[in-house]
């Protein structure tokens, strides 16, 4: 057998998540454009052998082709009719694929909600629908990062923002007074106002963060955060924070903490600082501040966008092919009518 057919075989016989994690990895070589969106769709989706978007089974026949020519599929195993883009962000919008295409486009170049639907023609509720639809489906990529090498991690805090719309959500009651606008009225400190968010940034730029708590850092959130995420194998580099000593140390982990300056430590011949993870903070902080706040239960999503956007500086029409093919690959996992549900504040104060 040649390597080829070897490849395909083994190929097949991924998961659907996997090959998700696969089209991920080798996305640098797939061109996606706006002209061979149907045929991306269907080699990454569906495939030669044809795998149900919904249950993963393999018994999927062809089922006609739609007025637009669209070809469409039956899947024996769980009775759905699908298209290629069925069950994915873009599955069950009236919206041409060139207009999804457009909008990553204004992500990118960090549009807010209202001038991406003006240059997409779209309503603000769309435009906010699909953002966090898109967010959600990367989100889930997120958590597959993982880092090696030396590795630097430090926390940040963001102040609580119950901002946004709560009428849908049944169980929500503002916690405490509304702060008026152009007041710093936060509490000063890390009280229960402040929301934690583990950072780390591997070698190479690509980083980790997740809101986790209320209040300070805790060896827990710290385990919660990375755990899985940062290799065994790395060097975590950190400030002098008694947290991720407990989390090195269960991890199996080497440690190199500066002291309480933050100063650089030589080991062995080599520098190690904390330099890489404050300039993640200061970039992820002129990101939220250029949206005027961000609600706290949309900061994890949030994040996420600024790791895409900033972790490499390839070429513009490359790094927007990657993100098409990463949204587009991805199963729905958010529905819109979900958005106004999800939790005010991130786990237990
Ligand atoms: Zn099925």
């Known amino acids: 057998m040649s390597a080829l057919t070897d490849f395909i075989t083994a190929y097949n016989e991924l998961s659907y998540s996997d090959r998700v994690v696969f089209y991920t990895t080798v996305s640098n070589d797939v061109n996606v454009s706006e002209d061979n969106l149907q ?14 978007v919904y249950c993963n089974g393999t018994h999927v026949v062809k089922n006609g082709t739609r007025k637009d020519g669209t070809q469409r599929y039956l899947c024996r195993d769980c009775g759905k009719s699908f298209i ?9 919008t009236k919206k041409h694929l060139s207009v999804w295409a457009k909008y990553l486009k204004c992500m990118m170049e960090k549009k807010t909600l209202a001038e991406t639907a003006e240059e997409c023609r779209i309503a603000l509720s769309t ?16 958590d597959k990062v993982y880092l090696e090498g030396t590795v630097e991690a430090d926390e940040t805090y963001f102040n609580v923002s119950y901002k946004g719309n709560h009428s849908k959500s049944a169980d929500f009651s503002m916690p405490r007074p509304a702060h008026k606008r152009g007041n710093d009225s936060h509490t000063k400190g890390l009280s229960s106002e402040k929301v934690c968010v583990p950072c780390a940034i591997g070698e190479g730029g690509l980083a980790y963060a997740r809101p986790e708590k209320l209040g300070k850092v805790s060896s827990e959130c710290i385990e919660e955060a990375f755990d899985g995420i940062i290799s065994p194998g790395a060097i975590l580099c950190t400030d002098n924070e008694k947290a991720y000593r407990a989390f090195a140390g269960k991890a199996g982990i080497s440690l190199i903490q500066t002291d309480t300056d933050c100063r650089t430590v030589s080991e062995g011949g080599a520098v190690y600082g904390v330099q890489r993870i404050n300039a993640f903070h200061r970039s992820l902080k002129d990101f939220v501040r250029r949206f ?42 958010l529905y819109y009518r979900d958005i106004p549900r999800k939790a005010p504040v991130p786990g237990p104060a």
Request: glycine fraction near 4%; charge should be positive.
């Open 127 to 142: 435009s906010f629908a699909w953002r966090h639809k898109i967010l959600a489906s990367l989100g889930e990529l997120a």
């Open 84 to 92: 290629p883009s069925s069950h994915s962000v873009t599955s069950r």
């Open 39 to 52: 045929p991306f769709l269907i080699e990454t989706r569906i495939t030669d052998k044809r795998v149900c």
């Open 292 to 333: 005027h706040g961000v609600s706290t239960k949309h900061l994890g999503n949030y994040i996420v966008w600024n790791d895409l956007i900033s972790c490499n500086h390839r070429e513009r029409d490359e790094l927007l092919a990657q993100l098409l093919g990463k949204v587009l690959c991805v199963r729905k996992t």
